[in-house]
Structure formats: C-alpha cells, structure tokens
Antibody
C-alpha cells in the first residue's frame, strides 16, 4: 500500500521560505505516469492545489503561487519537496502531499498533512 | 475565492437522498470529464470518493454517485447515513496540468 508522509518545520517566520518534504513508501516515486502533488488547506477553509511534479522534474504550478513555489524530486530517497518563499500569515495551512495516477487524474493517495504556521 | 462553486452547507435525514452541486466553467468542469469528489472528516486527509465524474474507487459505497451536466457536476448520496456527515469537496482538472477545487460543502445528517 502506497504511503506518503510530510515532514518539515511547523513554524516559519514571515518573509522566510517554507520547506517541506514528502517521503513516499510502498512504491517508487519514479513509477511511470505518476505525478506527485502538494495541496494546502488553511484552517477552517477549503483545499488549494499548489503544484505537481514528475520524477523527471517536470512541474506544473498554481498560477497564483507560481512566483513563490519551487518543487523538486529526490529519486534516490523516494522523496519530493516544496519550497514556498516570502511567506505571510495567509500561507498558514495544513500542507498535504499526494499522488496523481497520471497528470490529469485527481490525487488518490494522500499523506496525513502537516500544519505550518507563519508567525512573527 | 474558490474556482468551483459549491453550496456552503446541505443537510438531510437518515435514509434521505441528497445532492451537492459543483459549478465551474467551460474551461474546467465543462471541458473535461475529470471531476472528482472528496470526503473529509475533521482532522483527516481528504478521501477520494468519485473520479472521472462518476467512477468509484474500490471500497467506496455505491450509495455515492456522480454526474455532470454542462459546467455543473453533482454528487448524490442515496440513503444518507450518520457516518456520511463530513465536508465534501469537488475538484476538476483545468488543463495544462492544473487543478481547481470547490470551496467545500458541509453535510449535516439530522
């Protein structure tokens, strides 16, 4: 069974960079056609797609966040990562990593999520 | 503001049938048969309930069904049960590798 686990600091200061890693187990991050995605959910609010990445490094980003987002893949450790720069309080959210079976299929396997709070 | 529009809340009694709508545009819901629905209980990750508009992943009850007409997708519960009480989100592929979510609907079982 595929499992995903987010990790990273739970608190980030305004204007700094949020960095999270998702570790994939029970399957290979290099599986053909699979994409890997970050999604966030501010407290009490809805879901927001941040971006998707293929093991080759091909990425798609949410246009509203594109200028601040960088995603990368580490195939040797079966991990992928998210960096979000210049954070503000509006970036406080539970951040989820998940898998896409193909680039256009919805996320099916999700991590449990990790809360990141932007505080001063 | 979310790209896809859902009612903020719906409610029903056990055994009742309920439908949640998800309205998008001709650039997302209307262009692709790639609408999905998620169930989210408090403090939990979303669970995929419907994909490609009407398909159910293995293990999802056939009480849940999905459909689409034009730019609006729908999730229908047949025979509402107490454990169905949760938040529900629609999601649509929007082309060029992008996705959009609805704002979510809180389902209350009376």
């Amino acid at each position: 069974q595929l499992q995903l686990q987010e990790s990273g600091p739970g608190r980030v200061k305004p204007s700094e960079t949020l960095s999270l890693t998702c570790t994939v187990s029970g399957g290979s991050i290099s599986s053909s056609s699979n994409y890997w995605v970050w999604i966030r959910q501010p407290p009490g609010k809805g879901l927001e797609w941040i971006g998707s990445i293929y093991y080759s490094g091909n990425t798609y980003y949410n246009p509203s966040l594109k200028s601040r987002v960088t995603m990368s893949v580490d195939t040797s450790n079966n991990q992928f990562s998210l960096k979000l720069s210049s954070v503000t309080a509006a970036d406080t959210a539970v951040y989820y990593c998940a898998r896409l079976l193909t680039v256009e299929q919805p996320p099916d396997f999700w991590g449990q999520g990790t809360l990141v709070t932007v505080f001063s | 503001q979310s790209a896809l529009t859902q009612p903020a809340s719906v409610s029903g009694s056990p055994g009742q049938s309920i439908t949640i709508s998800c309205t998008g545009t001709s650039s997302d819901v209307g262009s692709y048969n790639l609408v999905s629905w998620y169930q989210q209980h408090p403090g939990k990750a979303p669970k995929l309930m419907i994909y490609e508009g009407s398909k159910r992943p293995s293990g999802v009850s056939n009480r849940f069904s999905g459909s689409k007409s034009g730019n609006t997708a729908s999730l229908t519960f047949s025979g509402l049960q107490a454990e169905d009480e949760a938040d529900y989100y629609c999601c649509s592929y929007a082309g060029s590798g992008t996705f959009e979510f609805g704002g979510g609907t809180k389902l209350t079982v009376l």
